[in-house]
């Protein structure tokens, strides 16, 4: 029996578990990324497991989340962030050098190769044929350390693409289209493998964008085949001996099969408050739009910037609509500006930015009160635009340009002749932002600045026997790392500050529960399936920590939080039974015994809810490794104790 693309990677990475589906794996890493708003935290649990210099092939920290610099606080990060990779053999990418995919993609990103990141759509780099998988800080940590990475080894699907995509449609409505049949939570647990001759229509970017969203379906990570359109990419980025040609054998065999007939797409968006309430563009013409945004990690190539620069070139803007444009990288930016095209842009009355997320995490930009913003990017979750009640729509960039001309969401291809764009042989190649380490002999000596938001990172305690605690707070399904741990350019700048971040936490949802859980000291959350999907930031593990959480008992709960919560030392129960989510509410006194046993691979633990003096069964999925990491109280302290 033939390997699939993945296989093929985990097996040539794999130092500890066996390839069989469920089965923890442990992978070694070639590559780590971090960004600002997760690497504070990722660099200070570096400094804690006390090693000097990564072990990876490369690992680079970039600075694109955290530049609003509104007080000291994002700017101390930077600085830090900036010394400690220098000191332990960290690249640099500085502040206006990019969203850290897109810059991943253009000048590190291999494949066959591993990448881990802070940041949950590192699988962007699928799209060059790398196994790229978004992870908790302490994750990376470790992955920088020369540990493991530990996944489950996931289900495979196949999705094979047919046809070509019509005029107008673009790789963002592919990706939309997968989450239209499959779900936010349709990944879990599985990499998304494309094949099929449509895969050869489609551009390393446009690849990378179908990558990137499959975060969106909670998958492990997607990934296409590495082909002669990767090499001609990784060419004209001057760096073609990156290339190694990889594609599934002929007798693979998948756990799942679907197709996508590209020549029948349409375009699409999602629409609020989820990515995969997906729907035609064409049916939503009604709909009156206040802002556009273009860019993030998901749509922010040259390419992108090209298709938008042309449908708007000659035009103005409608006068009802704010447009913003965020390039995604300083190689985009500059290619926009010296071929013309930012200046069809400014002439259409767009407002440029600088090349970071921007918008994407609510670092300004954000919309009216109930605004309409259709965006290019990867995420409409209820109120992280900044806009408590804003209507977000993720749509392609053609769609975007056409709403911005039009003031409605519209369909491009009622615009007439679709925009033709040439995409240069050789993209600008200029490094200068990216900093490389100090040389091994120099990093003794090398001081790490630290300013006076950085707070120490807090530590759970070895469990105990049992535990008594009432419930703090009961929510529903799909509960996004947004809702527990907002973002934003009020909250943001407190990443590397516990103590202040943990105001916020599920503000949005209860802004009681973080003063209640202060006062009761220690608790558990309540909640229904998909718990903690969205981002990889661990701070929705630590700050519900901080605040005295000891466990979080749910339907069902997304891959990346899941681990988080273990890393932190929170234990994460589902119940035996769905039905059973019913018969806890709010404030109940809970108890949970024989949790001495919790290595000894035991599965079912017993909760007894005192104040309805019922007794709930509930189930610990988890390795022996994780296991033992919550009888140390996390991650940290279990790789200390095994020193
Ligand atoms: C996001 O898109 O939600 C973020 C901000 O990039 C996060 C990381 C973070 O919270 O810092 C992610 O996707 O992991
Ligand atoms: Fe940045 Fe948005 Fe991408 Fe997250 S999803 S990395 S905030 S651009």
């Not at 000048?107 to 196994?131: A, C, E, I, N």
């Not at 999705?159 to 990706?175: C, F, N, Q, R, Y």
């Not at 995969?276 to 992108?304: F, R, W, Y």
């Amino acid at each position: 029996m033939g390997y699939t693309l993945v296989q093929k990677i985990i097996k040539d990475h794999l130092v500890d578990g066996e390839m069989a589906p469920g089965n923890e794996i442990g992978l070694k890493i070639d590559q780590t990324l971090t960004q600002d708003a997760t690497g504070t935290m990722a660099y200070l649990e570096f400094e804690a497991m006390g090693i000097d210099r990564v072990k990876t092939e490369r690992s680079v920290a970039y600075i694109d989340h955290n530049t609003l610099q509104s007080g000291f606080e994002n700017a101390d990060d930077h600085k830090y962030i900036q010394t400690v990779a220098a000191k332990h053999g960290i690249y640099f990418s500085k502040p206006g050098n990019g969203i850290c995919h897109q810059v991943h993609l253009e000048r590190f990103g291999k494949p066959g190769k591993t990448l881990v990141g802070s940041d949950s759509h590192t699988p962007t780099g699928g799209g060059l044929g790398m196994l790229a998988m978004g992870a908790g800080g302490l994750d990376v940590a470790v992955a920088m350390g020369g540990g493991a990475y530990y996944i489950n080894m996931p289900r495979i699907v196949n999705i094979e693409l047919t046809g070509k995509l019509s005029p107008w449609v673009s790789a963002k409505d592919i990706i939309l289209e997968v989450l239209r049949r499959l779900t936010v939570k349709g990944g879990v647990g599985k990499v998304i493998e494309y094949t099929g001759d449509g895969v050869a229509s489609l551009s390393i970017p446009e690849r990378a964008t179908i990558a990137n969203m499959g975060a969106e379906l909670g998958a492990t990570s997607s990934i296409f085949p590495s082909d002669e359109v990767t090499r001609a990419f990784l060419k004209a980025q001057g760096r073609e001996e990156d290339f190694m040609p990889l594609v599934p054998d002929a007798d693979a065999v998948y756990d799942e099969h679907d197709t996508i007939d590209l020549s029948a797409l349409r375009p699409l968006a999602a629409c609020p408050h989820s990515p995969d309430n997906v729907h035609p563009v064409s049916e939503l013409s009604h709909v009156k739009v206040d802002q556009v945004c273009i860019g993030s990690c998901t749509n922010s190539s040259l390419a992108d910037m090209l298709k938008v620069a042309a449908i708007l070139k000659g035009k103005t803007i409608h006068p009802d609509v704010s447009v913003s444009i965020s390039p995604g990288s300083k190689q985009v930016f500059r290619m926009l500006a010296d071929c013309g095209a930012l200046s069809d842009l400014i002439a259409a009355g767009a407002r440029v930015l600088e090349c970071t997320c921007g918008p994407c995490i609510g670092m300004g930009f954000s919309p009216s009160s109930k605004g309409v913003s259709v965006r290019t990017f990867n995420r409409n979750f209820e109120g992280r635009s900044g806009t408590a009640d804003a209507q977000v729509y993720l749509v392609g960039p053609e769609t975007a340009a056409a709403c911005a001309l039009t003031g409605y969401l519209t369909d491009p291809s009622t615009l007439g002749q679709a925009p033709e764009i040439t995409l240069p042989e050789n993209f600008l190649i200029d490094d200068r932002m990216v900093l490389p380490p100090c040389a091994p002999e120099e990093a003794r000596e090398a001081q790490v600045v630290r300013g006076p938001n950085i707070k120490p990172v807090p530590v759970g305690g070895p469990l105990s026997q049992s535990l008594c605690a009432d419930v703090l707070l009961k929510v529903g399904d799909n509960i996004t790392t947004d809702h527990i741990m907002p973002a934003g350019a009020k909250v943001l700048p407190y990443r590397s500050n516990i103590p202040h971040l943990s105001q916020f936490c599920f503000y949005q949802v209860d802004p009681e529960f973080s003063s209640r859980a202060k006062q009761a000291g220690k608790g558990m959350i309540v909640a229904g399936a998909n718990y903690g999907q969205g981002s990889s930031r661990e701070h929705a593990a630590l700050v519900p920590l901080y605040l005295g959480i000891r466990a979080v008992l749910a339907v069902s709960f997304a891959r990346i939080h899941k681990a988080n919560l273990i890393n932190a030392g929170i234990l994460p129960l589902t119940f035996a039974n769905p039905e059973d989510y019913d018969r806890i509410a709010e404030n109940n006194a809970l108890s949970i015994d024989g949790l001495e046993d919790i290595t000894s691979g035991k599965t079912e633990f017993i909760l007894t809810n005192r104040t309805k003096g019922i007794q709930i069964p509930l189930v610990l999925d988890c390795s022996e490794r994780q296991r033992r990491i919550l009888q140390a109280g996390g991650l940290l302290g279990y790789t200390k104790n095994q020193k």
